[in-house]
């Protein structure tokens, strides 16, 4: 049975593909290097992650000063990330190593922002059976591996009790199937959300501490509840540029 793992610890363990980025620049190359050699890392990681992530690379930093090999972090917010790497990769500047979301970056893969990283799994060290097949699978485009599984999500559905026994609903047998779900869904009366402008809402969309829409990195924001808006389909169009 895998066991579960908290997200500081999978930060810990991130330390490991530090070294196996690295394994892929520094292959055939001694111990000492000669010439020092900095890897440039993007990180949108804030507060207690980025506080831990920072303190992984400061150790990998100081571990590797006499080698002649550093990692220099650099923090990119969330909602800038993907413009900015993909224009950084146009002028030839782009990171070593960053951070991504599973199934948000084929076209990155397309366009070839970013490489495959099977071999250099293998030379850090890093035992694929470690990792789940869910999440091996999640991180392929086209059979190749471009991610190195570090935080899983599930999704749940949360049910408000008293509204499905008032639809003449069971709560103790919840549906177990897609159409089970859609067949509940038909007898569940809908609970209008309303759009700023008066009209139904039927969109949600995130932002930032300046209300800007954030349409790049972690898909889930734990504990910000106030920096999700409901918006009719015309104001999610409006707020993210994106045809809903």
Known sequence: MASRVKRRTALKWMGGMVGAVAATRLAGVPAVIGKDLELVHWSWLTASDGEIWKQMIDNFNAANKDKGLQIRMEVVPDDQYGTKVLSAAATGNAPDFGWGTAGLRADWVKKGVVLPL??????????LG??????LEASRYGGKLYLM????MSLQVLLNVDH???AGLDPAKPPQSGDELLAWADKLEEIKTICHTGRKATMVVRVDEHGRAVTEGP???IGGNDR?????????????????
């Open 164 to 166: 499905a026994k008032a």
């Open 118 to 127: 099977d071999d250099v799994m293998k030379q850090g060290g890093l035992n």
């Open 130 to 135: 470690d990792f789940t097949v869910q999440s």
């Open 228 to 244: 999700y808006l409901a918006l009719c389909r015309k104001h999610f169009i409006e707020r993210t540029g994106e045809q809903a």
């Open 219 to 221: 898909q889930v924001e």
């Open 149 to 152: 599984p570090m935080d899983a």
